[in-house]
């Protein structure tokens, strides 16, 4: 092996512009000259120089240009995307799968150009490019960028204006490196007699691997406890793990004995009956699921100058209201939508997957179905874009016969840069005006008002409510966000209280906002990481509460979950229950309330992760998992009796 230098003209000049680059981007972000200078120096002798390897050791070449290379990649991701305590929290084990999963990148790709230099250059930016959009997705998210947002990605890129992203001195010092990196590459030459060689063994050493890493990864979880797999997989292999639970498996002790044994339970309902038809004094139905909407109370201290949500606190008759547990915090707005509207939980779905985009394609079993069979006209309302989470498509499926975006409402009712709640509730009222005198009517909104992020200054949005213990800019928009939607509520609930006709209002928060991380450590001690598991479900607590504007049994502080408040609106509404909702019905029973993080276990009085379940508990959500994945995943088979599909077809 020989090294030499040549110093050309073209190099100045390339080294120049590279340099002028570099130093624009100190001067911009406030970092230091000297960096750029230190880039300028080492950039041009990797310009200069050349490297003569010795043709017959090429396979050994091979080897540590790939080793070295997997190794400085997922160094320079875990250096991006970590602080040095955090990094130390990744075990040697899962330190070697992230390399070794790198590795099988780049080995894939030699396999495919037969050309080291290039694949090498391919598989450095296509890893470090992935662990860069997980960097922003965090600033903005306080989640992973995982394999689920991939389909996802055209929705996130629609909110993407509204946050602003910056670069620390880590990722700064990443895009640096890579440049380097590139630079020193393009300097070894590896040169091949025979490609079909080459081609080979770089497939059966990415078979090896990919094996290997299946059978030591068997037992590694997909890392949801926290909000950063990072800290306990590293990146590369959480976002592998994601892919690997993205395909759903069968519950180990599924069968279509125990599917018979509990429709012969629940299913008690008259085939063919003309439900509809009996319930001529059923209400009007509406559904508002407020983004963002939260109490941000249940995480600790949380003073204000002035009470934030004073209209809905003094609702008292004609009530069941309480907390949700959600099962997603900051982003994910449809899968609440989704628990919500079919019954079904996250629980039993792979972290970061979203069940509109990834498990709905046909006509499916839903609150809207079920209501549409019974008589009611079903619309949709939500004030934004109609492509976002795949709303368009999904909609018909759950069997919504109309369908409201943002280019039905008002653009000059808005509040920062989205359309408000009270424009949103005036066109629920207004659809309520132009129904016909006996027609059944269910509506449900999704509102925009609230959504993140909360650090820029609008002219038309004015902050009233403050955090008096703490000044954090973000949580002041926000409370002066919610307390607007609560004056929002208040006109709707105000008209619907004089209107003759039976009308039944549920409403709940999709998630939680992701505010600055200091806030949470300053209301919980420890921030968004290392929480008990109580500490963490009070993350993804919203409130909720049905109301009707006839005289009805009121309940206060109740204790629920997104995928129940289905069955508890047609319980409130008199409406029969469907053999799932009565088989919910039961399930609340034992497990009042559950999400994608774990459970409430009545009989313990605490909340419990799945795997700690015992008795009835344990037997009631093997019964559930077992009823979801009929419906979802087990078509052929799927339970006419259960999730029998009453909505019009498309």
Not at 144 to 158: P, Q
């Amino acid at each position: 092996m020989k090294f030499g230098f040549t110093f050309k003209k073209k190099n100045c000049i390339t080294t120049g512009i590279a340099f002028a680059v570099m130093l624009f981007f100190c001067l911009y972000s406030g970092k230091t000259p000297l960096m750029a200078v230190l880039f300028g120096a080492v950039y041009f002798l990797l310009k200069c120089m050349s490297v003569e390897l010795t043709p017959k050791f090429t396979y050994l070449w091979l080897v540590l240009e790939v080793a070295l290379s997997s190794m400085f990649t997922e160094i320079l991701i875990q250096h991006m995307l970590l602080l040095p305590e955090d990094r130390m929290r990744i075990s040697t084990q899962k330190w070697i799968l992230n390399v070794l999963c790198c590795a099988v990148v780049y080995l894939g790709l030699i396999f495919i150009t037969a050309r080291p230099k290039i694949a090498c250059m391919i598989a450095h930016i296509s890893l470090m490019s992935l662990g860069g959009i997980n960097y922003f997705v965090w600033q903005f998210r306080q989640n992973e960028f995982t394999f689920g947002d991939l389909k996802a990605i055209s929705t996130g890129l629609s909110v993407a204006s509204e946050y602003h992203f910056a670069l620390d001195t880590r990722a700064a010092m990443a895009i640096i490196l890579s440049i380097v990196y590139v630079a020193a590459i393009r300097k070894i030459n590896l040169k091949f007699k025979r490609i079909y060689v080459l081609r080979g063994v770089s497939l059966c050493a990415a078979v090896v691997l990919v094996t290997h890493i299946a059978i030591k990864a068997e037992n590694i979880v997909t890392e949801t406890w926290e909000q950063k797999g990072t800290y306990r997989n590293g990146y590369i292999l959480n976002f592998v793990l994601g892919i690997r639970d993205s395909f759903v498996e069968k519950p180990e002790d599924y069968s279509l004995d125990t599917v018979k044994m509990l429709e012969d339970k629940y299913g008690t309902m008259m085939a063919g009956t003309d439900t509809g038809s009996t319930e001529e004094d059923a209400p009007v139905i509406i559904a508002i699921m407020n983004e963002s909407f939260a109490d941000l109370s249940v995480i600790g201290d949380l003073r204000t100058n002035q009470e934030v949500t004073p209209f809905l606190n003094s609702m008292n008759t004609n009530i069941t209201k309480g907390y949700a547990l959600s099962s997603v915090f900051g982003a994910k707005t449809p899968n609440s939508e989704w628990e919500f509207l079919t019954g079904n939980t996250m629980a039993y779905l792979p972290s970061g997957s979203v069940a509109y985009q990834q498990y709905v394609s046909g006509n499916t079993y839903s609150l809207v179905s079920t209501l549409a069979g019974y008589g009611y006209h079903c619309v949709s309302m939500h004030p934004y874009y109609s492509t976002g989470w795949s709303r368009n498509k999904i909609y018909p499926l759950l069997g919504f016969e109309e369908s409201y975006f943002i280019e039905d409402f008002d653009q000059n009712n808005i509040v920062r840069e989205y359309i408000t709640d009270e424009e949103l509730y005036n066109k629920i009222i207004a659809q309520y005006e132009a129904k016909e005198p006996d027609e059944k009517l269910f509506i449900m909104s999704i509102t925009m008002q609230n959504h993140g992020g909360y650090t820029d200054e609008y002219p038309n949005f004015t902050e009233n409510i403050r955090m008096t213990n703490g000044y954090y800019s973000d949580v002041n928009q926000y409370l002066s966000l919610v307390n607007k939607s609560d004056q929002a509520l208040e006109k709707l609930i105000t008209y619907f209280s004089a209107v003759d006709q039976k009308v039944e209002i549920v409403f709940f928060g999709d998630h939680q906002p992701s505010l600055n991380g200091s806030f949470y450590s300053q209301m919980n001690g420890r921030g968004l990481s290392g929480l008990t598991i109580d500490e963490l479900e009070n993350l993804f607590t919203v409130p909720f509460f049905i109301w009707t504007n006839y005289e009805s049994e009121t309940k206060e502080d109740v204790q629920t979950s997104l995928n129940y408040l289905s069955t508890m609106v047609l319980e409130r509404a008199g409406l029969p229950l469907t053999p799932y909702n009565k088989f919910l019905q039961d399930m609340q029973s034992v497990v009042p309330a559950m999400n994608s993080r774990g459970y409430y276990s009545a009989q313990d009085g605490c909340y419990k992760h799945y795997v700690d379940a015992t008795g009835e508990e344990a037997e009631m959500l093997n019964y559930y998992q077992i009823l979801q994945y009929n419906d979802m995943f087990d078509k052929k088979n799927r339970s006419d009796v259960f999730f029998s599909y009453q909505g019009a077809e498309e």
